[in-house]
């Protein structure tokens, strides 16, 4: 076995006794004699290959949000519906909060120019130097308002929602949902990867 692989089995092995030595242990007192045993057992396990030392399967629902993003429709997706999961009193902050950030604009105004033929470009820059403000407050229907975007809908009011279209809402999504984030781009590397 190469050096490099040894090196990585061994770790498998240190993290995932520690993983399961904590578990057991949080649920019945075993004497040292069993211990030694139990480690051994897993160690087998591992080398063998019959226990996964990789990350478990993600959850259904993770699933689900990952492959609505990897095989995305035409219909915008709700802001307000994936902020509300993550601050069910006030999603809209939340959708401010993202907008916030530099890279959130430049990432919207990238997706405006390749997608939208009236973007305006000169808005756009001085909405850049706008956003470094720490005063400044960009809203969704301030962003669309002020370059004519069209990859974010706004309505106000008692049934209003912030929708995006699914290529930015993927980046909403990730922006408040690192397991989310981690699956995206491990599926998108497992799919260059393949090719």
């Known amino acids: 076995m190469p050096r490099a692989a040894k090196t990585e089995l061994h770790w498998a092995y240190v993290i995932t006794r520690e993983e399961v030595m904590r578990r057991v242990n949080e649920?019945?007192?075993?004497?040292?004699?069993?211990?030694?045993?139990?480690?051994?057992?897993l160690f087998d396990l591992i080398v063998s290959g019959e226990a996964s030392i990789h990350e478990s399967k993600m959850s259904a629902s993770l699933e689900r949000t990952v492959i609505k993003y990897l095989y995305p429709i035409d219909d915008f997706i709700s802001l307000t519906d994936i902020a509300?999961?993550?601050?069910?009193?006030?999603?809209?902050?939340?959708?401010?909060?993202?907008?916030?950030?530099?890279?959130?604009?430049?990432?919207?105004?990238?997706?405006?120019r390749n997608n939208n033929s009236d973007f305006d470009e000169t808005a756009f820059k001085k909405l850049l130097i706008d956003v470094r403000s720490p005063s400044y407050t960009l809203t969704p229907s301030k962003w669309i308002k002020e370059v004519n975007a069209i990859g974010l809908t706004s309505k106000r009011g008692k049934n209003?929602?912030?929708?995006?279209?699914?290529?930015?809402?993927?980046?909403?999504?990730m922006w408040n949902d690192m397991k989310f984030r981690y699956e995206m781009v491990k599926h998108s590397i497992d799919f260059i990867q393949k090719e």
């Open 160 to 173: 209003g929602k912030t929708m995006a279209h699914p290529f930015i809402a993927c980046d909403f999504e």
């Open 27 to 41: 649920r019945v007192e075993l004497p040292a004699e069993e211990w030694e045993s139990l480690r051994d057992h």
């Open 84 to 112: 509300r999961r993550f601050d069910s009193d006030n999603p809209s902050y939340l959708i401010q909060s993202w907008l916030r950030s530099r890279n959130t604009v430049e990432f919207l105004g990238e997706w405006e």
